[in-house]
């Protein structure tokens, strides 16, 4: 089954760069994601450009537009990037959710099943 490990900044520096990189740095990034391909379950992943690149769309009931710079300004968690893995069941895509980087510190790994309409 698929899972989709949204991968959630809790903090954003001054500079608009998400925080929690302390902890291992770029090199525990690289070996977590050398650890899911080589075990096999990498279908697809992806790192977000700085925060301050961000871009939000809302549409109002009469189709109108609104783009705004950023993300909602009440939010404190960011969207830093994403994995999408295979694995048999919740409990495994739980297990590589807590090895992830992103998980330490102020940040979080939201796990969430991807839909499958053609079963």
Known sequence: ???????????????GMAEGCE???????MAYDK???????FVSGEALADLVTA???RVDRDGRRM???GPFAETREVLGGFYVIDV???DVAL???ARCPGARGA???????IADFGA
């Not at 650890?35 to 379950?41: F, S």
């Open 1 to 15: 089954m698929k899972y989709m490990l949204l991968i959630q900044a809790g903090a954003i520096g001054e500079d």
């Open 23 to 29: 902890d291992g740095g770029v090199e525990a990034w």
């Open 35 to 41: 650890e899911v391909k080589d075990a096999g379950i």
């Open 55 to 57: 871009t939000s769309v």
């Open 67 to 69: 783009v705004t710079d």
């Open 88 to 90: 048999p069941d919740l």
């Open 95 to 97: 297990d590589w959710a």
């Open 107 to 113: 940040g979080s790994v939201v796990v969430r099943p």
